[in-house]
């Protein structure tokens, strides 16, 4: 293994694991204080957090971590074999799926849906219930994946 190529590595397994820590947070006890408040604060709440989300340290460790895990499998595919190969083409075919493609189909339409909705709206009212049961169902999905990719990597750097 090329220094080059532990160092992208552990750039992906950082990021993987530091992706999983966001979310979980999310899962874990952002999402229920959002649902303990009542339902205009919670919508106004979210609403404010999906736009201030969109930062380039945020987007950079989100995107930028899958533009890594599919340089490497890429390189992996193409390049090497073996149990290593295996590890770091399961670990980027699991971000990639599990959480950038989770997050471009479920999380953000969820989102932009959301942002359209006035907060003290019948419509908004009725959204919201069903936004944080889908939305945190699809983030604890996210989340397990960059749990498993990064533990991956961990695997791949060892072996």
């Known amino acids: ?6 160092v992208a590595l552990l750039i992906a397994a950082v990021g ?3 992706v999983a820590g966001v979310f979980f947070a999310f ?3 952002v999402m229920p204080a959002l649902k303990q408040l009542r339902t205009v604060q919670g ?3 979210m609403q404010s ?3 201030s989300a969109v930062t380039p340290a945020f987007m950079s460790l989100l995107f930028g971590t899958a533009a890594v895990c599919l340089a490497l499998l890429v390189l992996e595919v193409t390049a090497f074999a073996g149990e290593t190969s295996r590890l770091v083409q399961g670990a980027s075919i699991v971000y990639l799926l599990g959480v950038t ?3 471009i189909v479920r999380n953000v339409p969820l989102n932009n849906r959301l942002a359209g909705l006035n907060p003290e709206s019948p419509d908004g009212t009725a959204f ?3 936004y944080l049961n889908d939305w945190t169902a699809w983030n604890h999905l996210r989340t ?3 749990l498993i990719a990064t533990g991956m990597l961990m695997a791949a750097l060892h072996t």
């Not at 293994?1 to 532990?6: A, E, G, L, Y």
């Open 101 to 103: 493609g989770v997050t």
């Open 27 to 29: 899962s874990s006890f």
């Open 144 to 146: 397990v994946a960059a």
């Open 49 to 51: 957090i999906n736009v």
């Open 43 to 45: 919508i106004a709440a």
């Open 128 to 130: 919201w219930s069903d």
């Open 1 to 6: 293994m090329t220094t080059i190529h532990t």
């Open 16 to 18: 993987c694991g530091m």
